[in-house]
């Protein structure tokens, strides 16, 4: 084998080993994207799923009921402001395990 068959041997044999390691870095990167487009799924269904509430139906009320209607009106927006932190504190704890690049 002459000096310029062993030059081509090896330039082909590097070029294959080089192609082979960018090929597996594709692979784990591929991997790792995948587990965070599944992680980013489940927060979309969380996201769909939030909850509805039906209104009730409209009553005439009479003076003496009103503080208590009040109170009770006060408390329900309290709640749904519970759930509405509750739910962005768990969804930005969510974001924040999201590892967007391990390189």
């Keep these: 084998m002459t000096g310029f068959g062993l030059m081509f041997l090896l330039v082909a044999m590097a070029s294959i080993y080089a192609l082979g390691l ?5 692979l784990l990167s591929a991997k790792r994207l ?4 599944t992680k980013s799924k489940e927060l979309i269904e969380d996201l769909n799923s939030f909850e ?6 409209a009553v005439a009320n009479t003076g003496p009921e009103l503080l208590s209607l ?3 009106r006060r408390k329900i927006g309290q709640a749904k402001e519970q759930r509405v932190k509750a739910r962005r504190r768990r969804l930005i704890e969510r974001i924040i395990d999201i590892e967007i690049d391990k390189r």
Excluded at 22 to 26: A, D, S
Excluded at 34 to 37: D, K, Q
């Design 22 to 26: 960018v090929g597996y870095r594709l």
């Design 34 to 37: 995948n587990t965070e487009l």
């Design 52 to 57: 509805t509430t039906l209104p009730s139906k």
């Design 70 to 72: 009040l109170g009770q």
